[in-house]
């Protein structure tokens, strides 16, 4: 598998390009910030062109029948032989594509917002370094290299996550979404070694688990062994795709600047998550018990994360939530898919659409940030915020898109995913998955109404909402620079054409389904037009709007929730569920007070003291030694002579 | 006769004589001398680069010239360029004494050079002799303070004792076989396999080597020797001779391979203490100089380990670690002598703040420092991988495992030298200025160290290609 071949190389060049942008960008050029851009913006756009050529050139369902796979062998041990690699099949064609354009949009994106800022080539470094290990992850050809991707991109994140570093809470935060993810991975990376264990075969193409297919898999391991495997990998996916229990750090992880936090919630980090199930289809689906599981994490994921959206009044934290919502959606798809013995179209079609229509949220939140200065949509509201045309117009058609509202992209990849939820024995699953979509229209037009329809500025609501907190949540110094001049310069347009860009997908994308389909699975399903479900399922979604519209937007509206009715309620919400005191208390009590403690006194003790015995034990027999070395000529020459003399006696009689 | 095949040996004979016209002199020339000696010393290299691909025999057969023998010209070449490099201040040295350390640092390649060619007992033991008394004037022609008088002194007794045990240990091989000559010894020593002769005559004839490396017991002098000589000579001592040193066993110890385990037995003993002595002993140095002596004690341990495989991985194996040695090892002691500017002996604790005082020589230390440790990319590692591997697939496991532990005792001592340099400072030492040519020799010695470390395929190819005309 030359060099010379065409794919490998343009894979390669995906890859190795954004790489070498973040290497050149921290070691030579971090001084020079225009020409970090340059070198950043090429090596995305290159591996953008390449990812559309591939994917123009390969869409033929012919070509991808098989996997294509080409690789080199990077580490040769014996029976293990890891490769380093590229596979590509529709899944992580369509990935790479989206990957690729979403990271080069927020990279177009981020020439505006990051404009100024003393780290702007740290932050397009870091950026580069993000796609870099997102594109690899996508596109590899082996479990280890995605694993150390995987492992590459909560670098990243957690990089760009705390790039304000010199804000304790940004600090905070990185360190936050770094550890907590990196608990789900210890159950991933064993999840990977048990497999690898329990198929007995190291020589399963370079740890390339993506060919088990599930007939071979339940022949191999036992039911239980494959649950084992799927739960334990299935823990990595709920650390980086923010599932339940430890969702907690995506909400915190919009401490970093916004585009950073557009990329995070579409297509890099949390999208990995999800894409590792689509990857190991085959083997989730194997288990029904972990699918059970995943479905049960992934609905409390959903209903907890759109009850808190219902309750913030911070935007990017609505939004935050929304992502943790719809993500359980993803994984409740999937799960409900494997269950039910149906493809993963549902699940990775959601994605698909999720990426576009979470990235153009977000970058216009970013727009209402950086042009406000304030993270609240409350004071962005009073503040004129619907008098930016382009943002306020894209924002209501993100809103749109992820209500599922018709005829946005939204509305088809939750209609496919409510029908696998509909197959499902139990109808519970697609009650509580209406009930999700229903909180999700209403709190996404909560924001949406309150910065449509501001009141009037005598209006005693104010009193409540209006309450500028120096600095902004979210953002530094950086962003305060820019009150001066309030709505004197209107939307930069570096900004404002990704907005477009990905508007336009949030619009088209839905009506690409049949064509998409075809494309992942190499044919197309006739669906049969549930009506039932159909109109449930705008149902819950135009009744979320509607009771938006009787809480916020009508001209009547008192500007209060609905939960303000259950004051217990609102604060759960409002705490987040008690999920950061539950962690901090497990943390102080059984982590700090139990396990550390233990192994602090193992590590001073045993360890420390073992080592310190070692040391100066060797130290000493080296004083010891040194006796040797005296002055005395004499001496030395016997010792020599005593020693030569004994090894001949020794060859004398031991033969 | 062709020239050629004699080619080096000649060239540093006319050098050797045009520095003997240079010590007539009546009034010392030092500037003009050394530059005589850079041209004379760039040239050799010319010369045994040409000669390179040689094969022959000479003299009654008594001298080959092979690949092996060539190779290793070239080393010691490269040696006697690389110190002359370092020459450019000599202010250990009287300057009326300096053409005089020129001529008999020639005449020491020299002996050198027709050591790596001889084949015959008494060849071997001339030209051994004539490397060791030049290097024997060469120790106490440090001016000062007598600790080169102690250490010439020392030198010469132990060098003596040495030569007497080796030759006793020749008479015996002679007694045995009836011949000097290796290629005639070498099948009538397993009809002897009955009796202990030509054993203890082979171990007792290793002596004179052992004492060039500084094996246990021969390694008393190393210390004294390191420290006390001028800077230059100690360069040259450990580099350039070690290499030799190195060809010598191998061409010997192959007599042993008859015998099987019971010599290599004796020799596994030797490696292993030697090793864990020097290194064990090295922690407590101070002075920098003293410090390397004991790590080259430990380092002819691990020579001794490819040596004592008597394959040809092994013999590959010392042979990449014979020319690493002499590069890494340079690198270590171009750092002394460029600190030293003054020709003093260097305590460690005057390292403190070299990253401040200049940043090229604490990164030359540090590369040196780490590939004498063996740690991964330098040429250091590659070659203690090529030992150990080759001693493990002899089935030597316990001596590859302390072998180990011993690269773990050593990087502790290196580690120190590397945390006086860059983890202390002293305001009291100024910033250290170092001219153009050393400054390129810094960045060829950096590169050399990683670049075949990471690529050491070439190196390896030329040692096995030299292996099989001594195996």
């Known amino acids: 598998m030359g060099s010379c071949d065409p794919i490998f190389l343009s894979c390669f060049l995906i890859v190795a390009l954004p790489l070498l942008s973040f290497a050149v960008i921290m070691i030579f050029t971090w001084r020079r910030h225009k020409l970090s851009l340059s070198i950043s913006l090429t090596c995305s756009t290159i591996p953008l062109i390449l990812a559309w050529s591939l994917f123009y050139k390969l869409h033929n369902a012919v070509t991808l029948a098989k996997p294509i796979i080409t690789q080199v062998n990077w580490l040769v041990s014996d029976a293990v032989i890891v490769p380093f690699g590229f596979l590509l099949d529709p899944v992580s064609l369509l990935m790479l594509c989206i990957v690729a354009t979403i990271a080069w949009l927020i990279q177009i994106y981020s020439i505006g917002y990051m404009e100024g800022d003393p780290g702007f080539a740290r932050f397009y470094a870091d950026l580069s370094l993000f796609g870099m290990s997102m594109l690899s992850l996508v596109s590899a050809s082996g479990m280890l290299q995605l694993f150390i991707s995987w492992e590459l991109v909560g670098l990243a994140s957690y990089l760009l996550i705390g790039f304000w570093y010199e804000k304790f809470s940004a600090s905070e935060a990185g360190k936050k979404a770094f550890v907590v993810t990196r608990f789900g991975d210890i159950g991933f990376f064993m999840g990977l070694v048990f497999l690898t264990f329990f198929m007995k075969d190291l020589n399963i193409p370079g740890l390339g688990i993506f060919d088990i297919n599930g007939a071979a898999l339940t022949h191999k391991l036992s039911e239980a062994q494959v649950t084992l495997c799927a739960l334990l990998i299935f823990c990595g996916v709920a650390g980086k795709s923010a599932q339940f229990p430890i969702h907690v750090w995506l909400p915190d992880a919009m401490e970093g600047p916004t585009p950073v936090s557009a990329l995070l919630h579409s297509a890099t980090m949390v999208a990995a998550g999800i894409y590792l199930i689509t990857r190991l289809f085959p083997l989730f689906a194997a288990s029904a018990t972990a699918m059970s599981v995943v479905l049960v994490i992934s609905t409390i994921t959903l209903l907890l994360s759109s009850t808190i959206g219902m309750v913030a009044k911070d935007i990017k934290q609505v939004w935050a939530y929304s992502t943790v919502s719809q993500l359980g959606f993803m994984a409740m798809g999937l799960s409900a898919a494997a269950l039910g013995g149906s493809t993963l179209f549902a699940g990775y079609y959601h994605l698909t659409t999720h990426a576009a229509f979470k990235a153009l949220l977000f970058l216009c939140a970013g727009v209402f940030i950086h042009h406000f200065g304030t993270n609240d949509f409350f004071v962005m509201s009073k503040d004129g915020g619907r008098k930016l045309m382009i943002p306020m117009v894209t924002v209501t058609i993100g809103a749109l898109a992820l209500a599922g509202i018709f005829p946005f992209a939204g509305f088809f990849s939750k209609e496919a995913i409510m029908a696998q939820l509909w197959h499902l024995p139990n109808k519970l699953w697609v009650g509580l998955g209406l009930f999700g979509a229903f909180l999700t229209a209403y709190y996404t037009f909560r924001v949406i109404f309150v910065m449509l329809f501001p009141r009037k500025d005598d209006n005693p609501v104010w009193k409540e909402y209006y309450v500028r907190e120096p600095g902004g949540h979210g953002h530094g110094a950086h962003d305060d620079d820019h009150d001066g001049h309030n709505g004197n310069h209107g939307v930069p347009w570096v900004m404002a054409f990704p907005l477009i860009v990905l508007a336009a997908f949030a619009c088209v994308l839905g009506f690409m389904q049949t064509g998409l389909e075809k494309f992942l699975l190499g044919e197309s399903h006739p669906h049969e037009m549930n009506y039932l479900l159909l109109v449930l399922a705008v149902g819950s979604a135009l009744s979320g709007i509607g009771l938006a519209w009787l809480d916020w937007g009508s001209p009547a509206a008192k500007w209060q929730g609905f939960i303000r009715k259950v004051p217990v309620l609102e604060n759960f919400f409002i705490q987040k569920w008690y999920m950061d005191h539950f962690w901090r208390w497990f943390l102080n009590t059984v982590i700090y007070g139990t396990f550390s403690r233990i192994f602090t006194y193992n590590d001073r003790r045993v360890v420390d003291g073992g080592v310190d015995a070692v040391a100066f034990s060797t130290i000493g027999s080296g004083r010891l030694l040194s006796f040797l070395q005296t002055a005395f000529v004499q001496l030395n020459l016997l010792f020599m002579v005593l020693v030569l003399a004994g090894v001949g006696l020794y060859l004398l009689m031991g033969r | ?471």
């Open chain 2, 1 to 471: 006769m062709n020239v050629m095949l004699f080619g080096p040996e000649l060239y540093y004979l006319g050098a050797a004589l045009v520095f003997f016209f240079l010590t007539l002199k009546r009034k010392p020339e030092p500037k003009a001398d050394y530059q005589i000696a850079m041209a004379l010393g760039l040239g050799g290299l010319l010369v045994t680069g040409l000669c390179l691909c040689q094969h022959g025999e000479l003299f009654f057969k008594a001298y080959r010239v092979d690949l092996f023998s060539q190779i290793f010209k070239f080393a010691l070449a490269l040696g006697f360029f690389l110190v002359l490099t370092i020459c450019h201040n000599l202010p250990q040295i009287a300057e009326r004494d300096q053409a005089e350390f020129y001529l008999f640092l020639t005449t020491t390649t020299i002996g050198m050079m027709l050591l790596v060619s001889s084949v015959e007992l008494l060849t071997i033991y001339v030209a051994l002799e004539l490397s060791s008394y030049s290097l024997y004037i060469l120790v106490p022609l440090r001016r000062g303070d007598g600790i080169d008088v102690e250490a010439g002194i020392k030198y010469l007794l132990i060098g003596a004792v040495s030569s007497g045990v080796m030759l006793f240990g020749l008479s015996y091989l002679f007694g045995a076989t009836g011949s000097t000559y290796l290629a005639d010894i070498l099948p009538k020593l397993p009809q002897l396999a009955s009796s202990p002769i030509g054993l203890l005559g082979l171990l007792l004839a290793l002596a004179g080597f052992f004492f060039k490396l500084s094996v246990f017991p021969f390694h008393f002098w190393a210390p004294d020797v390191y420290q006390g000589a001028a800077n230059q000579v100690t360069t040259f001592i450990a580099t350039a001779s070690k290499a030799a040193a190195v060809a010598l066993l191998l061409r010997l110890a192959i007599l042993g391979a008859g015998y099987g385990y019971s010599f290599t037995k004796a020799l596994v003993i030797l490696s292993i203490i030697s090793m864990t002595l020097g290194n064990l002993v090295a922690i407590i140095q101070r002075d920098f100089k003293r410090l390397l002596a004991y790590s080259s004690i430990a380092h002819a341990g691990y020579f001794l380990i490819g040596i004592l495989t008597l394959k040809e991985a092994g013999y590959i194996a010392a042979i990449y670690y014979a020319l690493a040695y002499l590069v890494m090892n340079f690198t270590v002691f171009m750092v002394i002598n460029e600190v030293a500017k003054d020709g003093r002996d260097l305590k460690i604790q005057e390292l403190a703040g070299l990253w401040r005082r200049s940043p090229l020589l604490s990164l030359s230390l540090i590369v040196g420092l780490f590939a004498l440790a063996g740690v991964p990319p330098s040429i250091g590692f590659t070659g203690k991988l090529l030992l150990f591997t080759s001693a493990m697939s002899q089935g030597y496991f316990w001596l590859v495992l302390i072998g180990a532990v011993n690269g773990t005792i050593s990087l502790y001592y290196y580690l120190r030298v590397i945390y006086c340099s860059y983890f202390t400072d002293d305001p009291n030492l100024g910033p250290i200025t170092i001219s153009t040519p050393i400054r390129f020799l810094n960045y060829a010695l950096i590169a050399i160290v990683l670049g075949f470390g990471v690529f050491p395929d070439r190196i390896v190819e030329l040692a096995k290609a030299a292996v099989k005309t001594v195996l």
